[in-house]
């Protein structure tokens, strides 16, 4: 089964990031499209943001093969983090080991469908927080999305690790989908939960707990 899920990963992506010592992440050939990270934040200093306190009280299921889990990267109010947002590094805390892959996105529309911009592929080690570097930057708008799609096409596997307590105060920002054509669709908040998901880069705020952009 692994092998099968390795080709059908290898066969849709190109390597675009390394998590630990091994080769890994590859991005869809779907319409993805890379956006460069803005020189003006070269010099910023690197913060990430963690949503969770590190301890995953449960795993969603990838019951169709098409779903997705993840957070949403905005302010407990629900407003913009930063713009832009650039991103060199992923952390995640999955249920399985094996190549499995996570994707950057837009905030969801008004009906509930984020359009993914990247794919990125890993092999990762299960029931640990694993560290993938991104080869190159990732810029992004001031509120997105950061999903885990786990084992691509294969159902009845778990996803990501959920936590049911907010770090610093920061609010609850996991959510789950389906992945369709490019978007993930039926965006869901999840209620009092965080994805055991982070994202480092140079001038990310560490803290969020309430401020607006003017």
Known sequence: MKTTTAMVLAAGLMAFAQAGSSEAAP???RGAR?????QALAGS?????????????????????????????????????INPAVVTRVTLFPQNGGPQSFSFALAPNSMGSAMVLEYHAATFMA???NVVQL???????ADFVVSFVGDYGVPNVGLLGLGDMSHSAQGFHAFRGTYSL???RNFTPIANRNALL?????????????????
């Open 45 to 81: 200093p690197t913060g990430t943001i963690t949503y969770d306190t590190g301890i995953a009280v449960e795993f969603p299921q990838n019951t169709t093969g098409l779903n997705v889990v993840g957070n949403r990267f905005n302010s407990v109010m629900g407003g913009p983090i």
């Open 135 to 141: 080869t190159m930057s990732v810029s992004l708008p």
């Open 27 to 29: 991005r869809r050939n």
């Open 182 to 184: 490019g978007s993930i």
């Open 34 to 38: 890379r956006a460069l990270a803005a």
């Open 198 to 214: 982070r994202v480092t880069g140079p001038g990310l705020p560490i803290e969020l707990l309430d401020f607006k952009l003017e």
């Open 127 to 129: 029931m640990e927080f």
